[in-house]
């Protein structure tokens, strides 16, 4: 691990307590909470229109995160994820719509409803791993695309549901600026979890499931209850992102959760690094960020001749599908690891500069 | 009950089977010779549909040339897409193999829109009468077309396999990888020509089902169809992929029917297949003809 020689000089550990830390240092914790403070400045400084890819990110990096505790963490494959998401914004809507459950307490709720139908679709993978597995997800993806065309009840058919905005103690959430922190404060919320999970005795079993599963059976680990519990935890936290979605557009249609929806899911947690926290997040910046940095690239390229041709401004849409695509080949070609990897490098290269051996 | 259209749509099932049994060959094909599991398979089809699309209209050239100049296309793709793409895949857990080939679904499915558009082509016309009659029921010329070379491509793999040398190199390759580099089979070749004969058959296939319902981006759909008939047929077995193409087809169909005739649900016949999948994967997850594979620490 490039971790340990990351640290400082005399900082030696003598317990398990001191061992399992969040944070290495006080250092590395002070400038987290440093950095979660800038974030909250942001719309006082930036515009609207990064505050919207902030929000953005927030959804999309909580419900990448419930992926990676599944694929990177637990080595189940899953391409149903946008599914999930999916069912996560129905759900909340619905539960808001029909019961009047506040807003706030709907979210949490629609995540337990999603982690439900996440061990649903999750139990052949009591049975089936790896290729399999991602089959039978894919499968899923496609049952419950179908199911929220038909189900009119649940998610108003093709008319799609609308979502009631946040209620936060009587204060109406309805513009970005205060959804922003209400984003944020989820966002804070979700990955604190996640990162503890890691630290339990039930994240220690996730990763000894994917490094090894025989192994890990006969070691003691109930493996059917390890899976599920997998699933379910993914699927909460797809509930939850999607729930957020849902109730930041007002409006959740059928047709938004696609299978390159679930795919892109995937890119974010390879581009940012399986089994890493702080890479999902990093991932997920990567993934929103690319279509709009090409947008720009575009417009800043429009000075030339042929950047003003039909064929480029009426294929922008398929341009930024196919640099998903080529992100996520390219990724997988020379930085398997992922930009945490990366990110470490970089940081033990300044940590030692200019005497790198 | 209505017997006539039963029959009809059955007899539909069975050609549109054969087809799918085609494709999940050339799947079968790849899975087995190189462990690779193939998400980019309706893509070759689609790949195949429009470049042969591009000989015909647009350079007009005839039909026999441009086939055959797809042919070529086809075979040089898939081998350069073998060596750039994936021969670094090679000893990459399974996560990373899988995500690279649907990384390449999503670049060419992109790729095809932009570069040919998102509506549906048509081929000009290949043959005179547009359907005949067999047996008091109309069937297109061109359904009649893709059965015989179904049927015809079939019989090459059987060939192919049991009596060509690189078909046998392929099989020896499958069955022990470092045995068969021992014998001085080249493993790189074999792995490389897997794929480019995987692309040929499925571009033969992707422009067989452009001729019956013209070319657009819904072609890449068969190549998720696949999978049911896969797991169906047992991921590695070629008379598997067969099998479970025709029960596939021959599924949708009586899906279709029944969903016509009493549910009227709308879309069961494109959903049924991923719900026979998880039972399938729940209580045989190695098919019917795959091999089970014991693990061992």
Redesign the interface.
Known sequence: MAGFSMRPCGDFRTTYRQDTRIFDTTYVRNAAILGIVAVALIPFVLDGYYVNLFIQISYFAIAALGLNIL?GFT?Q?S?GHAAFFGFGAFASAWINNMTGIPVLLSIPLAGLMTAAVGML?G??AA??K???L???T???Q??LE?FF??ADWFTGGSYGAAANPINVFGYEILDDFSFFYVALFFLVVMYLLGTNLMRTRDGRAFVAVRD?Y??AE?MGINLTKYRLMSFAISSFYAGVGGAMYGHYLGFVSAEGFTI?LS?QF??MI?IGG?GSVKGTLMGTVFMVLLPEVMESGVSALSIFEWANST?VTD?LA??K??A??????LF??FE?DGLAHRWKQIRAYWKLYPFSY | MNFELLFQLLLNGLIVGTLYGVVAMCFVLIYKSTQIVNFAQGEFLLIGAWVCYAFLVEMSLPFWLGFLFTLLFMMAFGIILQMVVLRPMIGEPIISVIMVTIGLSIFFQAATKWIFGATTASYPQVFETRSINLLGMQIETAYIMSFVISLFIMAGFYWFFKYSKLGLAMRATAFDQQVAQSLGISVKTVFAMSWAISALVSGIAGIVIGMVNGVSSALSVIGIKVFPAVILGGLDSIVGAIVGGVIIGLLENTAEFVDGQYLNWGNLFSIAPFYVLIIILCIKPYGLFGTKDIERI
Request: hydrophobic share 70%.
């Open positions: 694929v080595g494959i391409l679709f139990l052949p049975r089936i790896g290729l399999y991602a089959i039978a894919l499968a899923a496609f049952i179908d065309a038909r090894h025989l192994s006969i390159l795919i995937l890119g390879i399986l064929a294929g398929y341009i599908e196919m998903i695509g080529l992100a996520i080949i997988l070609i398997p």
